[in-house]
């Protein structure tokens, strides 16, 4: 469903991405694994066209995407959940749900805003809370919500366990896996090992800009000097 080949990216003169090559399945969550300043975010925001690559190809669904806009790929089925969530801190639940509505794409069941509650019901009792008022676990929900509602096959989710209660972290995972059920592709940017491995089946092992190891998060958790050498702080 999305293919990455050779991507290169720069902020300024600083070389950033370094020939990332990654691919995710339908229905396949991958992870990409690494430390602060690996170039996880960049990646994701290069596939999103919020940075444009210099170098490289992004496949979606054998689309090129390389030098389209962000709201094209939004509407081409992608959807993105950013690190910092930027709800509308002013707006309600409902609000800020139906903001991120799109119309539904053919063979694919419909995202509303009872389906994302039924996925999140914590969401459900605060349909006319603001933003504002929510904690930062409920934002993130909300985001993903938000996200779903454009009705995307794909999802990049940047961080999204980042400063969770560890029960808000299983309640994410959960929500994880019940997307996977249902057929999205999910590709996730993670530091967590163990919220990776709770909801992902390959991961991809980010350091400097470069794909250092891929493979399964059986294969990654068995491997000790993989994770002292690029996800051990």
């Given at each position: 469903?999305?293919?990455?080949?050779?991507?290169?990216?720069?902020?300024?003169?600083?070389?950033?991405?370094?020939?990332?090559?990654?691919?995710?399945r339908?229905?396949?969550?991958?992870?990409?694994?690494?430390?602060?300043?690996?170039?996880?975010?960049?990646?994701?925001?290069?596939?999103?066209?919020?940075?444009?690559?210099?170098?490289?190809?992004?496949?979606?669904?054998?689309?090129?995407?390389?030098?389209?806009?962000?709201?094209?790929?939004?509407?081409?089925?992608?959807?993105?959940v950013p690190?910092?969530?930027?709800?509308?801190?002013?707006?309600?639940?409902?609000?800020?749900?139906?903001?991120?509505?799109?119309?539904?794409?053919?063979?694919?069941?419909?995202?509303?805003?009872?389906?994302?509650?039924?996925?999140?019901?914590?969401?459900?009792?605060?349909?006319?809370?603001?933003?504002?008022?929510?904690?930062?676990?409920?934002?993130?929900?909300?985001?993903?919500?938000?996200?779903?509602?454009?009705?995307?096959?794909?999802?990049?989710?940047?961080?999204?366990?980042?400063?969770?209660a560890?029960?808000?972290?299983?309640?994410?995972?959960?929500?994880?896996?019940?997307?996977?059920?249902?057929?999205?592709?999910?590709?996730?940017?993670?530091?967590?090992?163990?919220?990776?491995?709770?909801?992902?089946d390959?991961?991809?092992?980010?350091?400097?800009?470069?794909?250092?190891?891929?493979?399964?998060?059986?294969?990654?958790?068995?491997?000790?000097?993989?994770?002292?050498?690029?996800?051990?702080?």
């Open positions: 469903m999305l293919e990455v080949e050779g991507l290169h990216a720069h902020y300024g003169r600083a070389h950033i991405l370094q020939g990332v090559t990654l691919a995710a339908q229905g396949e969550v991958v992870a990409l694994l690494g430390r602060n300043g690996a170039g996880k975010s960049t990646t994701m925001k290069s596939i999103m066209g919020l940075v444009r690559p210099s170098q490289g190809q992004v496949r979606f669904e054998g689309r090129d995407l390389a030098g389209r806009e962000p709201f094209e790929i939004a509407r081409a089925g992608i959807g993105y690190e910092e969530r930027r709800i509308f801190t002013e707006l309600t639940v409902m609000e800020n749900l139906d903001v991120g509505r799109r119309p539904p794409r053919p063979g694919q069941e419909a995202w509303t805003e009872e389906r994302v509650f039924a996925l999140f019901p914590s969401l459900g009792a605060m349909r006319a809370r603001p933003g504002g008022r929510m904690s930062g676990g409920e934002q993130q929900m909300l985001t993903i919500g938000r996200t779903l509602m454009g009705n995307p096959r794909l999802i990049l989710l940047d961080e999204p366990s980042e400063g969770l560890p029960v808000i972290i299983e309640r994410m995972a959960d929500a994880i896996l019940a997307l996977k059920r249902d057929g999205l592709t999910v590709l996730l940017s993670e530091q967590n090992l163990h919220f990776a491995r709770l909801v992902s390959r991961a991809c092992v980010l350091e400097k800009g470069m794909i250092r190891w891929e493979g399964t998060l059986e294969a990654l958790m068995a491997d000790e000097a993989v994770k002292q050498q690029y996800l051990v702080a």
